[in-house]
């Protein structure tokens, strides 16, 4: 593209965006290549030169049901010209009522409270506020710590950062800013494989000397997403519950990226029949349509809260309960509620498995693994995410590996030849992957 041309109205103008805009996690300074993206339909991008990709991200776990999709795109032109937003103040109105419904029935039996948050970290914000408030209201108001394994990610804002991996560098870049809370080692029996109960020796320790100041285990359940993406083994999380419920700590399950089927079940936490007791959804709560999350707790969390010296909980942001963005997520919810997703997810892991069983032979792959709608080639060396972005792209599909990961978590309608063309990318570029040279750079051939 000509960066010097001066933008028209239809094109997208990339060197404005280079120069302004912040992406996720990139530098505004030496910014890595952004790709101008103007319609998307079904499991495609449409790029500006024309060009179209299969997508594997699922714009980040949230677009379920594919772009464009006709019902939540009518749900929302037709909440948008009625009533697209009102404060949530003393007002109410049928979508938040209605997903309110929706994620009561569907979720764990004693999950009867929703709180409607604008992303996922401030679902995560809100839980760990309310089990702080809880406690108060228990008159234990030195349950304050917040315990997690390592591995997690829990979102960017201050609160969830204090619960991400404490490798990750986050908690020694913004200092004091970042509350120190426990951290247990990560679990390690993997999903698929044999338990090792001594694994759980060390978290044990650790409630077992620190339970009186421990509000709440606040832990993604099954599957630890951009903290890795790794598959532990239900029986952990299980143990985990019984931990809780013997040391009287709550249990703050993260499905922000495992809910609404992705695993193969419809929350994650059913791998290991247990409850949280308090539930943290996102990401695919409306389809990927608009930014809406939720935090759901238990009539004895509400009634802690609310007996805590506040009386009230403390948290309502200006957008709660965005009328626009409920209908998005009723919309999204009744398509899962049609209940294709049991089949197609199980049809996707199928396949992934036959498909990506071959990547484990080659030299750079250090594992290979596939869980529900996700698929994952963990390799030797940290990638250069911007060039293998362009050798994807090249290849006609949307993948993003970050760290060591090539992974794709595909809309759940995506048709098994498209689903072959991400799964023989994948293998493509994994295959030419080399480790990096002498000076750190990274190279690869074709
Ligand atoms: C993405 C994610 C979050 C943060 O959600 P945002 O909407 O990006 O704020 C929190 N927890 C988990 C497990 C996630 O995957």
New binding site residues.
Partial sequence: MNTHHQSTTNSIDLQFDKDHLWHPYTSMTNALPAYGVIAANGVELQLENGKKLIDGTSS??ACIHGYSHPKIVAAMQQQTAQLSHVMFGGITHRPAVELARLLVDMTSPKLTKVFLAD??????EVAMKMALQYWQGRSQPSKQKILTIKN??????FA?MSVCDPEGGMHTMFGELVTKQLFAPAPQSKFNQAFNPQELDEISAIFADNHQHIAALLV?PIMQ??GGMRFYHPDYLAALRQLCDKYNVLLIL?????GFGRTGKLFAYEHSAIEADIL?L??ALTGGYI?L?ATMCTDEVAQGVSDSPAGVFMHGPTFMGNPLACAAAVASLELIKENHWQQQIGAIEAQLKQELAEAADYPNVVDVRVLGGVGVLEMSNILDTAQLQQQFVDLGVWIRPFSNLIYIMPPYCISSADLSKLTTAMKIVAKQTELPNATGEFISHG
């Fill in positions: 980040w776990w992303s996922g970290s401030i679902a995560v997690g990610y829990h979102g960017d804002t969830a993604e997403g951009a993260d499905e922000i990226a495992t943290c996102g990401k930014s999350a």
